[in-house]
Each structure stands twice: as C-alpha cells, then as structure tokens.
C-alpha cells in the first residue's frame, strides 16, 4: 500500500500551529483522524529525518501547545463541549521518553497555555456563561503553575483550581504570528531543507476511480476537485470556493463515459443552505455548466448515468418548511423528472454504489417522531416501496443507512449496505428487490465505504483497516491495515477500478493505493 502525494508528516493533514522542540530536535502538530480510544491526537515528529516519533491521543480537542523554553516537553491545552458538560484539562509529554501526564478540569476548558520562564506556566481556561451575563460569551480566567521539576510530573499533582479572572481586552495571547504567515509553513520548510516537499492536505471525503488509471478526489477543505495519475502526479484541480459562506460539498458523480464529472459546492449559512452543481470535464479540470438548487443536496446515482440531488435537510435549525422534490438529470445536466422523497436526515444516507437502479430510503408518514425507513426506487413510474430497512433480527431502536454497493452474483443480484442500529453497524446482503436477507454480520467497528471489485468484497472501517469480505456469506476473509510505512491513516472513501486497482481516501487528504495483485495476493 502506497499513498499520494508521497510526502512525508502523513498525519499533519492541514494544521493551523505547529512548535519545535527548543533543542531542534522534536516538531509537534496536530494529527488529523483519531486515536484507538476516539480522540484527537497530536503528532510527533524526529527534525533529523522526519519520521514519525508518536502519535499522542489527548481525549478533548487540541486548543493550545507549547514547548517548555529549554526542557524537551510539552505542555497542551484541551477543551471539549458548551455550557453544562464544558470539560478540558492540560497535558504533559515527553517526547524522548514518551511519559506523558493529564490534569483534567471539569467545568471549564483549557484555551491557551504559554511558559513565562523555566519554572512558570501560565494557563488561561474559558469558563462558560451558565446564567447567560454576558450574552453567551465564555469569560477567561487564568493561573500560574509554578514548578521546580517540570520532568517527571505525575498524573494529578499539578492543582488548577485557583484561578483568577482576567478581562479579554487584557488578555496577552502570546506573540503575534508574523506578517504573511501561513499554516504549516513551518513544515513546508523542514521538508525543504531535506529537499522533500510537503503541502496541507484536508479529508479526501470522496474519491473515484477512472478507467484509465487516474483517481480523482474531493478533500473537505482545499480543492473542490482533484486528478491524479496512478503514479501519484497531480494532473489538475478545480479551486474551491473563495467566498466563506460557501464550502466543498464533498460529493462527486461521474458519467458513465468518464468524460465529465459533477460536484457540489455548499452555498449559503447554515440555516439557508443552497446547492452549487458544477459539471467538470475531466481532461483538464474545466468547469463547463452549473446548476443551482435551493437546497443542500445529497448525490445518488444509477449505473446507466441517470443521477439525482435529493433535499438532505442538512440545515441548523432544523428547517421548518417540506423538503423540496428531488431533480433526477442525465449526465449532460438535463433534468428528466423530480419525485417526492419526503423528509431526509443523515440517518436516511444510503449510497449505494454501481447500481442499475435509483435507490433511496424514504420513510413512512404515521410512524410518529422516528418513522421506520423503506428502501425506495425512484423510476419513470414514480417511487416504489421495494421492502423495510429493518429486518427481522435487526435490534431493536431506531435503524440508519450507510454506504453499500450492488452485486449479481450466483446468488443473483443483491445489496449488500451498512446499517446504524443500536448495537452498531451491521453489513448485510439482501436479495434484490425482494430484501430478503441473505446475511446479516455486526461489525466490530464503523464502516465508512464499501465498494466490489472481482468478485470480492471491500469495506474500510473506523478501526483504520481494509477489509475483504466474502460475497456469498459476508466472513472476512483478509484485513489489511490502512498504513503506509508504519503511519496508520483513517479511512474515509473507497473506490475500486475496473482494472483491479483500490483507492482509499483518508482524513489525512492522501489517497492510498492497493495495486490488483497486492488486492488479490493469497486470496
């Protein structure tokens, strides 16, 4: 297994700060993904050679960091939740030893950190405006741990109770960053000057194979589009948006000829958002139409080309008028007909790939605050109830959607999808259209993509593995890591080419790359 681009801090993805060690010899930033227990992370890099030391998981969101003035540790700031569940706390590490020792506060976060000499750490924590006197804004309070012995602290010994307020226009946040700064340019310069180049990368939420060996990517926060070559060159990209109420939507739909691409931007705020298509043309990333719709829409397609945008209701608040009718098109953007799906939420997700037919799941009017879900097909003839998404051993709770791909098979044609249960996720096979089920396996780890590929199954997981998977009965016949070089990376979509060859896209914005045979190897 390969990534691209091959650059080295895999996990840096696109980091907003970065400190090295005041020996030169340790650069910290943080990691993109999570760790085995869920939580953010902080990486550690070697300046010598630019391997990767560790990977630090810290439980709450990384607010702050800062190297002691001449000691090799680290001191980080945490701070997760709103209001009542406010909870933070800061983090000792360090790096030649690996020890590592947590401070947890409860009730406030931890916000900024900065060392005023070799004995004294300030620490600045954000308390929340539970009685709402300042209209929802977070006071700062401060306190200075004073110490002797930095190295060597032990869990809870470090008290950060006596805290005294401070006023924000008082508040001194350390030095100013330099004019013209750019996040992660500090990287860009240590790769430099080991003749290596580095570039911020952000989660590769979708990714497709072509036929002819190129890959393209939608990363979350950077290009809207991207083309590489197998080899790992960046053929072109489309630029993102540049107005800040508009983002990547992180969806891609290609025509069944490989020629051209659609791909959806997010306009609007978060109470209004509206739906950008732009149909690319995948020789050279030029963007040749665009429609717009009146809602955040949610791609599926069908396998001849027909594709559809459906109302995703992704909204904040929740929206308060009836989804809008989902446009089905050709692939040139011509709209055929709009069908009535009903309400739509996350739950109602179901994507699945390489299917002749236009699939939704669509729920039942009477069924009160949680209606049960149908899995529908959008056609000529309108909407058909093919059969429920809940199954007969399915647990009992509420039931979502999730990635899944069509197969035919000596079983015949079948589904095989994730679905959300309160037990977790399951990956079923299902006889289509009838729904019968043919197996039904709960997986020990959230499942992000599926896809087939020879007569195998391929499904990637929250547990940062590949999985192959047998169609027949759904047993797990191989699970490969999804790592590079010793740097396990976390698996966000998943394509497999006619040719045999699989692509992984990853919260750290590479692509990995499985070769057919290496796929296929003791198989």
């Known amino acids: 297994m390969r990534a691209i681009p091959d650059q080295p801090f895999l996990e840096a993805g696109r980091p907003y700060w970065s400190a090295v060690s005041p020996d030169g010899a340790w650069l910290v930033t943080p990691a993109s993904g999570t760790g085995p227990?869920?939580?953010?992370?902080?990486?550690?890099?070697?300046?010598?050679?630019?391997?990767?030391a560790d990977l630090v998981e810290v439980g709450h969101p990384v607010e702050a960091f800062a190297f002691h003035p001449v000691l090799p540790l680290l001191a980080v700031a945490t701070e997760r939740g709103e209001d009542h569940d406010r909870v933070g706390g800061l983090f000792l590490y360090e790096p030649q030893s690996r020890r590592r020792a947590s401070f947890p506060v409860t009730g406030v976060g931890?916000?900024?950190?900065?060392?005023?000499?070799?004995?004294?750490?300030?620490?600045?924590?954000?308390?929340?405006?539970?009685?709402?006197?300042?209209?929802?804004?977070?006071a700062?309070?401060?306190?200075?741990?004073?110490?002797?012995?930095?190295?060597?602290?032990?869990?809870?010994?470090?008290?950060?109770g006596a805290r005294q307020e401070v006023a924000r226009e008082e508040m001194d946040w350390g030095p100013p960053l330099p004019p013209g700064y750019r996040p992660g340019e500090r990287l860009v310069a240590l790769a430099a000057e080991a003749g290596r180049t580095w570039t911020p990368r952000t989660d590769v939420m979708a990714v497709e194979a072509l036929?002819?060996?190129?890959?393209?990517?939608?990363?979350?926060?950077?290009?809207?589009?991207?083309?590489?070559?197998s080899e790992g060159s960046l053929l072109w990209a489309v630029p993102g948006p540049e107005d800040a109420f508009q983002r990547s939507g992180c969806q891609?739909?290609?025509?069944?000829?490989?020629?051209?691409?659609?791909?959806?931007?997010?306009?609007?705020?978060?109470?209004?958002?509206?739906?950008?298509?732009?149909?690319?043309?995948?020789?050279?990333?030029?963007?040749?139409?665009?429609?717009?719709?009146d809602f955040p829409a949610r791609l599926a397609a069908r396998a001849d080309g027909a594709w559809a945008a459906r109302d995703s209701r992704d909204l904040f608040p929740p929206a308060r008028w009836p989804p809008s009718e989902t446009p089905v098109f050709t692939p040139t953007g011509r709209r055929l007909a709009t069908v009535a799906l009903g309400e739509c939420d996350?739950?109602?997700?179901?994507?699945?790939?390489?299917?002749?037919?236009?699939?939704?799941?669509?729920?039942?009017?009477?069924?009160?605050?949680?209606?049960?879900?149908?899995?529908?097909?959008a056609s000529p003839r309108g909407v058909e109830r093919l059969?429920?998404?809940?199954?007969?051993e399915c647990p009992d709770g509420p039931v979502g959607g999730g990635p899944g791909v069509y197969v035919r098979d000596g079983l015949g044609p079948g589904l095989v999808?994730?679905?959300?249960?309160?037990?977790?996720?399951?990956?079923?096979?299902?006889?289509?259209?009838?729904?019968?089920?043919?197996?039904?396996?709960?997986?020990?780890?959230?499942?992000?993509?599926?896809?087939?590929?020879?007569?195998?199954?391929?499904?990637?997981?929250?547990?940062?593995?590949?999985?192959?998977?047998?169609?027949?009965?759904?047993?797990?016949?191989?699970?490969?890591?999804?790592?590079?070089?010793?740097?396990?990376?976390?698996?966000?979509?998943?394509?497999?080419?006619?040719?045999?060859?699989?692509?992984?896209?990853?919260?750290?914005?590479?692509?990995l790359v499985l070769g057919r045979q290496e796929a296929t190897d003791g198989l």
């Open 417 to 511: 999808h994730v679905a959300a249960t309160a037990r977790g996720p399951f990956l079923l096979r299902r006889a289509f259209p009838g729904g019968e089920v043919v197996w039904a396996h709960r997986m020990d780890a959230e499942v992000t993509a599926v896809d087939a590929v020879g007569g195998l199954l391929l499904a990637v997981t929250g547990a940062k593995e590949l999985l192959t998977v047998r169609p027949a009965d759904g047993a797990v016949t191989r699970r490969r890591p999804t790592a590079v070089g010793g740097h396990a990376l976390t698996p966000r979509s998943l394509s497999a080419a006619p040719g045999g060859d699989v692509f992984i896209g990853t919260a750290e914005g590479r692509i």
């Open 387 to 392: 059969f429920p998404l809940r199954w007969e």
């Open 211 to 229: 036929r002819d060996g190129r890959v393209l990517c939608c990363p979350l926060n950077s290009s809207l589009l991207e083309c590489w070559s």
């Open 140 to 160: 700062l309070a401060q306190c200075v741990v004073e110490r002797d012995a930095w190295l060597g602290a032990e869990d809870g010994e470090i008290d950060l």
């Open 37 to 52: 227990g869920g939580g953010p992370r902080v990486a550690v890099y070697r300046t010598s050679d630019l391997s990767l």
């Open 346 to 377: 996350a739950s109602f997700a179901f994507g699945i790939r390489r299917c002749p037919h236009l699939l939704f799941l669509q729920g039942t009017d009477d069924d009160g605050p949680r209606p049960e879900k149908w899995v529908v097909e």
């Open 252 to 293: 891609v739909y290609v025509a069944p000829d490989d020629r051209t691409a659609w791909v959806t931007v997010i306009a609007g705020t978060s109470d209004d958002r509206k739906t950008l298509l732009r149909r690319v043309d995948l020789a050279d990333g030029a963007v040749l139409a665009e429609h717009r719709l």
């Open 110 to 138: 931890v916000a900024a950190l900065r060392w005023l000499d070799e004995r004294r750490l300030r620490v600045t924590f954000s308390v929340p405006d539970l009685r709402y006197e300042r209209d929802g804004e977070d």
